[in-house]
């Protein structure tokens, strides 16, 4: 049976796949690699928007200037050594740690140097790896493979007036019941564009269980179905950040992102990257979906170009500035499962023209003879004094009346039968505001 990678915590699956999250950050925001911060921008502003902005800086400030260049270390030869030993973290479980797989790999400025070197826990669950480098610029990472699921450590570094480095690593025994899976914070970070709305989707969650998570089978799916993310039902090219060695770990299958990485026990032990486009709609754009798990707080992240938000659980936090652009933060408050988050972008900017649609050309046309024909009737008539203000008010409600009643037709949000009654009942009511108006001559 294969292995499957299972990685714990930030330090295990960010730092691996750090440089294609920045990469995509950087593309999709165009930034510098460099980034200068104002220390008061940490001490002025909330802790949640600080908390956005650091998390956001910090994917790019950690990129490595130099990812792309090769090195002569041979990580493998040295005087320091690395020393483990594997715990079990599941209550109750009494199974053997002896004989486990232990795999050392080595990296330096996020990319992977050398072959991994092997060896297997001793009957204590103890290990040791010696001859290796302690340049300051290397990183190690130890993976455990307990049950088919392979547990990582955190990135390690043996400094030159180190001899040894120890450290554990926990795993856990697998269970395929779900465990009340936590969101600690969902981001969305957005970006205009020609096309249409663009959405990176950002999970940090946790598992308050002390098993690992393997998930269950899901029609559809390769592998069984451990996170079910949805996505917003117009959702169109949706892509992942990270698909993992196999190219297989994230799959979109009925309106939702399936991640088939087992999930650790552990605080905001999983973090989550997709993006996706949603084409503008014809007068405003909507972004929506449920939760699929209790989320502390939904931030939204939105560069300040003129656009209008509008949304019944976001709260504004203010404008900050994210390497000298604008960006408008929103979050919202606690939320359950199954609750709808929704937010409607207005005036947005550099969108193509709207496309005029046949009813809203005909009601143009309509509008232009009515024009013409009260122009028509009044000329044959002497100069009338001002209408009394409250009927020229009543009109211009009307007229307002029934253009709102066409824009609510045009996005769908009326049927044609309550849309021709309404439209009646206007225009009814105009008709008796244009008498009245005769009748005071």
Not at 30 to 42: A, E, L, P, W
Not at 176 to 190: E, G, M, N, S, V
Not at 235 to 242: N, T
Request: charged share 20%; aromatic share 10%.
């Amino acid at each position: 049976m294969p292995t499957i990678e299972c990685f714990r915590g930030y330090q295990l699956e960010g730092e691996i796949n750090r440089l294609s999250i920045i990469n995509d950050l950087k593309e999709r925001y165009k930034v510098n690699q460099t980034i200068g911060m104002r220390k008061s921008f940490f001490i002025c502003q909330p802790a949640i928007v600080a908390w956005v902005a650091v998390m956001l800086l910090a994917l790019l400030l950690l990129s490595p200037g130099n990812a792309g260049a090769q090195t002569s270390i041979d990580p493998f030869v040295g005087k320091g050594s690395i020393r483990g030993m594997v715990e079990m973290g599941s209550a109750g479980i009494t199974a053997s740690l002896s004989s486990l797989p232990v795999t050392l790999t080595a990296f330096t400025d996020g990319r992977q140097i050398g072959s991994p070197v092997q060896s297997r826990t001793d009957s204590h669950g103890a290990f040791r790896f010696s001859h290796l480098n302690r340049d300051a610029t290397l990183r190690f990472q130890v993976a455990v493979s307990y049950e088919n699921v392979t547990y990582r450590s955190a990135l390690l570094s043996i400094l030159p007036d180190t001899n040894t480095v120890p450290v554990t690593v926990t795993v856990y025994a697998s269970t395929d019941t779900a465990p009340a899976i936590h969101i600690y914070r969902l981001h969305w970070i957005l970006n205009f564009s020609p096309i249409g709305l663009q959405v990176a989707e950002y999970y940090i969650l946790d598992n308050p269980s002390d098993r690992t998570y393997i998930g269950q089978p899901l029609a559809g799916v390769s592998g069984r179905a451990v996170l079910r993310l949805p996505l917003p039902a117009n959702a169109k090219a949706v892509r992942f950040v990270d698909n993992g060695a196999s190219g297989h770990r994230f799959q979109q299958v009925h309106g939702m992102v399936i991640d088939t990485l087992p999930l650790p026990p552990g605080e905001q032990v999983r973090r989550v990257l997709f993006r996706y486009t949603v084409p503008y709609g014809s007068f405003h754009t909507t972004l929506k979906h449920f939760l699929p798990y209790p989320a502390t707080q939904v931030i939204l992240v939105v560069p300040k170009l003129g656009e209008r938000i509008k949304s019944s659980a976001f709260q504004e936090q203010g404008e900050h500035q994210i390497d000298g652009k604008p960006f408008a933060i929103w979050s919202t408050k606690a939320l359950p499962a199954g609750e709808q988050i929704a937010v409607s972008f207005a005036n947005i900017p550099g969108r193509p023209p709207i496309a005029i649609k046949p009813l809203a050309i005909a009601v143009g046309v309509l509008v232009f003879f009515v024009a013409l024909l009260v122009g028509w009737y009044g000329s044959r008539h002497q100069r009338r004094p001002p209408q009394p203000v409250d009927v020229a008010a009543r009109r211009e409600e009307l007229l307002m009346a029934i253009a709102r009643l066409d824009d609510q037709y045009e996005k769908g949000a009326l049927d044609m039968l309550t849309y021709q009654q309404e439209r009646g009942r206007y225009k009814h009511a105009l008709a008796q505001i244009w008498g009245e108006g005769r009748g005071r001559d």
